[in-house]
C-alpha cells in the first residue's frame, strides 16, 4: 500500500494500465486486493495533481513578485547548466545512458537542494540591497524636502518607498509559507492514506487531514465507480482469460522458455494402419501425469508439488471476440447480462475449443507452481494441434518473479510531527529541482498524454507490475528450473506413453524430446542455462549472460 503513494512511476503504471485497458480485458487480482490497489493507485495520482498545481502556481506568483531577482538567477543559472552540459555532460549523450526516471516520491535531489538554498541566499541577499537601497533613497529625497522646508512631510515623502520594498517582500514570505504548507499538508494525508489502507481511520489523525484523504477518496471512487465495480467482479479462479495488446498469457509473468514440436504420426507396426489421435485424450493422459506428481514429495523443497494445479484456460482476444460476436463461439463466450466475457464456460464448449482452435480464441493447458510464500509462480502453458498424420505440440513456460524489493515499503514512513515536518522541509529545500517533474506530472494528465502513451492497450496484472525482473536469490532460480524442468518432463513423458498405448511409433519423438530438453533455454536471472543435460563435472554448456533486456523475452526456441 505504501508503494503506491511513495512509488509514483508505480501508481502512474497501475493507474494506466486499468484506464486504458478495455473493459472486457481486465486482469486478474492474483491474490491482491485489485480494487483497494487501483483505488489508492488513483488517489495517489489525484493527490499529487492537485499538489503540484498549487505549488507551481505559487512559485510562479512567487516568480512574479520578485521578477528582477529572478530573471537574473535564470540567466545565471542557465548559462551554469549549459556550460555543465558541454563540459561533464556531454559524455551522456556520446555513451547513450539513459537518463533515470523519478522513482521516489521522497527521493533527495543534491541538484535541487543546491539550486534552492542558491535562490534563497541569492533573494536575501537581493532584498537586503534593495532595503538599503530604498532607504537611503527615501533619506536623500527627505534631505531635500527639508531643505525646502517641507520636513513636516517626511512621514508622508518615506512612505511610498517602505510599501514599494516590503509589500513584494511579504507576498513572497507569503507564497514561501503557502508552499510549505501546502507540501506539509501532503505528507500528512500521505500518511494517513498509508496507516489506514482505505479501510480504517489511524488512531490520533488530524480531522482536517482525515476528512481531505476522505474527500480525494470519495472522489476517485465516484469518478470510477463502474471500473471498479468490474475489477471487484473479477476473479483467479476462472477457465477464460481474455487479454489486449500482445501479452497474451496475462498475469503469468515473463517468457523464460519456448519449445515447439511437429511429428509426423506413424504406426508402431507399419504393417497397420495408422491409429487415430484425438486431442482431448491427449490431453486427459498429460493431466493424469502431471497430477500424479503431487505425490512427490522428494522431488522438491517444501513439498511444492502438492499445490501443482493443472487446469484448462481459455485464451480470448478481446478485439476479435467482438468483431466475430455473431459467430456461436463468441456467443458462449459474452455474457447476455453486460456483453462482457465470461469466467468459465461449460463442457460443450470447452471441448469444441479443443478440438478446433480458432485464431482468436485458443485452448490451453496451465499448469502452474507457486513457492517462496506466494513470491516465485512457474506456469507452463501446452497447447496440442493434430490431424491423422501429424502431431504438433506448442509449450511455453513463464515465470512471475517476487516483488521488486523497491515495492516493499513497510514502515518507511514515519508518522510522527517531527519525521513529517522535516521531510516537508526537505522537499521544500529542493523546490526548483522539482518544478520539471511537477510539470510532467500535469502534462501526463492530459487526455492526449494518455491516449498516445507508450504501451497503451497493453495490459498486466497489479503483481506484474510491481513484479522484479529476476529472482531474490540463488535457491529461488535453482527451484524456478527445477520446477519448469520437471513439468517438461513429465509432460513429454505423458505424449510418449500415451502414443505409446494408442500404436504409434515414439522413436522420431524421442529423438526429438532429447534435442529440446538438451538444447532449449531457462532463461533465468539473466542468465541462460542450457538443458537438464548440462549439469555436472562433465556438462559441456555453460551459463551464458545476457543483456538487461533479455530477462523480458523469450528463450531460445526449438522446433
Known sequence: MA????????????????????REALPPP???????VLTQALVARRRRRMRDVLVLVLVLVAG???????????????ALWLFWSLAFASRQLWTGAPRKPRADEEETSIIGLVSTLAF?????????????????????STSADDGFGTGSAESTTSAPWAVAVLLPVLLFVLCAVAIFAVLLLDKWVTRHLIASGGNRTPVGTNSVVAKLADSLIAGVTRRHSALLEDVARKGDESSVLPHAGWHAFVGHGHRVNAWTLPLVLRARDRTERTPTLHPRELYSAVTSELHSMQDSDLLTPSRRLRELRVSPQIVVNTENLHRNWHTPTAQALLSRDN???????????????????????????????????????????????????????????????????????????????????ATALLEFCQLLGSIAWRWRTLLGSLPHRRITSEGSGEVRSIRELAADEECVN??????????????????????????????????????????????????????QFLGAQNFGANGTATAVPTSSTATHGPGRESG
Not at 30 to 36: E, F, K, N
Not at 367 to 373: A, C, P, R
Open 64 to 78: 512574479l513578485v520578485a521578477i528582477p531577482y529572478s530573471f537574473a538567477f535564470l540567466f545565471g543559472w542557465g
Open 339 to 421: 456483453g462482457l466475457p465470461v469466467s468459465d464456460v461449460d463442457q460443450e464448449t470447452m471441448d469444441l475449443l479443443v478440438d478446433e482452435d480458432l485464431e482468436w480464441v485458443r485452448h490451453f493447458q496451465r499448469t502452474s507452481v507457486l513457492s517462496w510464500n506466494s513470491d516465485l509462480l512457474v506456469s507452463t502453458l501446452f497447447n496440442i494441434g493434430c490431424d491423422d498424420r501429424t502431431l504438433y505440440l506448442e509449450w511455453n513456460a513463464y515465470c512471475l518473479y517476487p516483488m521488486a524489493p523497491r515495492y516493499r515499503l513497510r514502515g518507511v514512513a514515519g508518522n510522527s510531527t517531527r519525521e513529517v515536518a
Open 3 to 22: 508503494a503506491v503513494h511513495l512509488k509514483p512511476e508505480l501508481a502512474d503504471r497501475i493507474g494506466e494500465n486499468y484506464l486504458n485497458a478495455p
Open 30 to 36: 492474483q491474490g491482491t486486493d485489485a480494487v483497494l
Open 120 to 140: 534563497f541566499v541569492g533573494w536575501l541577499s537581493y532584498t537586503w540591497i534593495g532595503v538599503r537601497v530604498s532607504t537611503t533613497l527615501a533619506g536623500l
Open 474 to 527: 540463488e535457491f529461488q532460480d535453482l527451484d524456478g528450473q527445477r520446477h519448469i524442468t520437471l513439468l517438461q518432463e513429465r509432460t513429454l513423458s505423458a505424449v510418449r506413453n500415451h502414443l505409446v498405448e494408442r500404436g504409434f511409433s515414439t522413436e522420431a519423438l524421442e529423438e526429438q524430446a532429447t534435442r529440446i530438453i538438451n538444447n532449449t533455454t531457462n532463461n533465468f536471472h539473466g542468465s
